[in-house]
């Protein structure tokens, strides 16, 4: 790792990179050695205006093509990412930490995959002709919203603002992105690509600077339509009590902390490796970590050995190598957090059964790396259960019932995602039942696909990121009565002779 060029980004606005009108920056730095990757323009509540203008303008346009003709841009976008995959992947490993295979692998294709989908669905969107009478024509049409603010966090910088962006988009609305700060490269370049594929300047526009100065901005911005977050809980009911002045719409991905509910029948296993995956993925940086894993008492020792076993070999290293599968976290004071939690876990009485510090080998000395770590002998009121740590660290509690199993899963206000793993498929499902999440997945952890919608109830938000279910997110739904008769035969008319 030698030292990389500090590349200047500008916001991008009506289909240009653009400096902040105060003409200030702020630096973005690699997490796996410290050092300055770009400059990126801090822009100002100025900037947010020009931008809300720049795809209030671009609206009326875009809106007015025929869907097939949206959906073909967003199918030359997926192309083109994919043409950029080597590129675009090795700027949100930089910028991120995640591992360059993760970024080849998962990201870039299921940012290209989603738009692609979106295409396809978005065609065969329709309204309801609807049964008042024979007197009169009743039907729905669905109309963009206008322009909607897309506000994401640091765990996935690019796909997290595909999701939004690809429905948004198709349905006929422009959009104001604003990507997390320590992570926004991706989300600018993302946006030249949407003009390279004939999306017009000014429909996808990014700002760049601090949440509480541009993101709360956008939201409060009366020529915003809606918001679409993904996020912090802390943030998202911030971003409410702002959006609430306009009684502006919201859509609310927010924090999780979920379960595993392994049952003493359960292929062990198979829950441990599925425990690897949910726990250490993106190095446990995901809404939907399977950070509290609950395990029937009969089975607690062997599965804590096995899931053990199955993490030591996790290699954490320089995320541009191609074996590397767990990288740094993305800035230090995340790194800080996780090691608060870890500290805590260990005064309240956790038995640390993996990891627990920074690893120490020389690749691993400028960056913010933290190993994949495993409590055991946890209880669900310990601080490192309760809270959303949102690193890789993963605790094991035991239950003597399956009832109590659930019981403890329920007991948190996240209600995002669990899993439950049992060989009685019927059990599982009378217990899928009465877990308080938006998923639920039955001997797996972490599956998530374009056709699957995604979102959670109590405080991990409401309304849904993909599958069908999310165009109606972007759409109003308008009602249109016609009176095909003139004749007064209608049921409310008597009520005035
Ligand atoms: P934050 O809530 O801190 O930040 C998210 C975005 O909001 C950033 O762009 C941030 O800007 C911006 N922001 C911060 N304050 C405000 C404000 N007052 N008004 C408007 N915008 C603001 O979340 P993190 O980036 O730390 O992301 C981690 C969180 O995201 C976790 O809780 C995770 O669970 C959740 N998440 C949920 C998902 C889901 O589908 N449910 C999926 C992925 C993540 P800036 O970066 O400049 O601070």
Known sequence: MGTTECKHYGAYIGGEQVDASGGETFEVTNPANGQCIATVAKCTEADVDRAVAAAAAAGPGWAGLPVSERSKALLRLSRIIMEHQEELAALETSQHGSP???????????????FEYFAGIARAMTGDVLPVGPWARSFT???????????TPWNFPTLMVVWKLAAALVTGNTCVVKPPSVCP??????????????IPAGAVNVITGSGETVGEALVR??????????????????????ASCQAKPVGLELGGKNAMVVLADADIDAAAEGAVFGSFFNSGQVCATSSRIFVQESRYEEFAEK?????????????MDPATVIGPV???AHRDKIERYVASAKKEGATLLLGGGRPDTPETQ??????????????????????????????????????????LANATPY????????????????LANQLQVGTVWLNEHLMLFCETPWGGCKQSGYGKDLSTMVLEEYVHTKHIYIDTTGAQVKPWYGILK
């Open 100 to 114: 360059i295979r993760k970024t080849m692998g998962f990201d870039v294709p299921l940012c290209a995959e989603t």
């Open 141 to 151: 049409v669905k109309e963009p919203l206008g322009v909607i603010g897309v506000i």
């Open 185 to 198: 490269l991706t989300s600018i370049r993302l946006a030249e690509l949407c003009t390279e594929a004939g």
């Open 221 to 242: 911005h009366p020529g915003v339509a809606k918001i679409g977050f993904t996020g912090d809980t802390a943030t998202g009911k911030r971003i409410m009590e702002v």
């Open 307 to 319: 899931f053990v076993a199955a993490a030591k070999g996790l290699r954490v290293g320089d995320p």
């Open 330 to 332: 993305p800035f230090g």
């Open 366 to 407: 400028d960056g913010y790396y933290f190993e994949p770590t495993i409590f055991g002998n946890a209880t669900n009121d310990m601080e490192f259960m309760r809270d959303e740590v949102f690193g890789p660290v993963s605790g094991i509690a035991t239950f003597a019932s399956p009832e109590e199993g659930v019981a």
């Open 415 to 430: 209600g995002l995602s669990a899993s439950v793993w049992t060989e009685d498929l019927r059990l599982g499902l009378n």
